[in-house]
């Protein structure tokens, strides 16, 4: 059977769907190999009308990952732009967002906040406290409440999206697929779609599934996380992804200094007199400690 080019669509273990023009194709991976994204461009060798095995994989312009002390985990491929949901309720966490931060700018990604359920007044305040720490990053934050003003929402969001692959993070309960549905024409039908050919049954947000808007926009859908390992990131890496330590690199006593202990250096003095917040270098330190423990 012939071959054809298709775009990975939904990952589930090692079982993948591809969208083919108009087809979608269950596809599997020769031998043990699972380095596939979402979001990646396949060649395809067709092995019934439905199914396929994927042959190779398009050089990626961009790839998101996490990965913890062993192994390294395939969030998507090809994005442009990261959106980071986050809620007024349930609270969110500072460490993933940074996380998440970080991993962006590693990957070369735009990234965007997105403060969903800002009809929750009662903690929407102290939520705007929060985020203005982060615009001032230099992140744009934009403010939505997918319940109770969907279109606001949408017209909001759909500018930004225009041309862009983008892919929503966040912890679960922010409110990613509650978006989706606003942004996605028919999200739920293509939700089904894939969880029928994948056989995922009821598992629908287990899973990473990207949603083609139209020929250059597409939306991609996450599960939420509780961590966000970054054990990949490389020292050189790591400092660059802070964008508040770039003004201050090169200017410590010591070329190679890692900014941790060191004399006379200036992300530590910059610590010290408020230019870098104490909440962020800690992050880096972490982090730094995290590339170290990696064992592969
Ligand atoms: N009050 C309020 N609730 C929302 C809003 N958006 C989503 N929710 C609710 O938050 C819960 C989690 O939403 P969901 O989209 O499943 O979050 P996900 O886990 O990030 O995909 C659901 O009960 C939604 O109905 C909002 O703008 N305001
Ligand atoms: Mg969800
Ligand atoms: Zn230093």
């Known amino acids: 059977m012939d071959n054809v080019a298709g775009t990975i669509i939904a990952a589930h273990g090692r ?61 998507a491929a090809n994005v442009t732009q990261l959106f980071i949901v986050v809620a007024t309720e349930p609270g969110f966490s500072d460490d993933l967002v940074s996380r998440s931060l970080v991993a962006a700018e590693a990957a070369g990604v735009t990234a965007h906040i997105i403060l969903n359920k800002i009809d929750v007044t009662e903690s929407l305040a102290r939520t705007r406290q929060r985020l203005a720490f982060y615009a001032g990053l230099g992140y744009p934050v934009h403010e939505v409440s997918a319940r109770a003003a969907p279109e606001a929402t949408c017209t909001a969001l759909s500018p930004l999206l225009a041309g ?47 949603y083609q808007i139209d020929a250059d926009t597409a939306i991609i859908d996450s599960p939420g996380f509780q961590e966000f390992g970054l054990y990949q990131l490389t020292e050189g890496m790591l400092e660059r992804a802070f964008p508040e330590f770039s003004s201050y690199l090169g200017r410590c006593r010591f070329y190679n200094c890692h900014h941790v202990n060191e004399p006379e250096c200036a992300i530590l003095t910059a610590v010290k007199t408020g230019g870098i917040a104490r909440m962020r270098h800690a992050l880096y330190l972490q982090l730094l400690h995290e590339s170290s423990q990696k064992l592969y």
């Not at 009308?49 to 042959?55: C, H, K, R, T």
């Not at 024409?185 to 629908?204: C, F, N, Q, Y």
Request: proline share 2%.
């Open 15 to 75: 079982h993948y769907l591809a969208q083919s023009d108009t087809r979608k194709l269950q596809c599997v991976t020769r031998g043990k190999k699972s380095d596939v994204a979402v979001g990646d461009i396949v060649n395809l060798q067709m092995t019934s009308p439905d199914q396929a095995v994927i042959e190779s994989i398009a050089e990626r312009s961009t790839l998101l990952y996490r990965s913890d002390q062993y192994k390294s985990k395939l969030l």
């Open 164 to 210: 862009q692959s983008t892919i929503l993070i966040g912890q679960s309960g922010m409110g990613k697929s509650s978006l989706i549905n606003l942004l996605v024409p028919d999200a739920d039908i293509a939700v089904r779609e894939i969880s029928a050919a994948l056989d995922t049954g009821k598992h629908t947000t287990t899973f990473t599934r990207l």
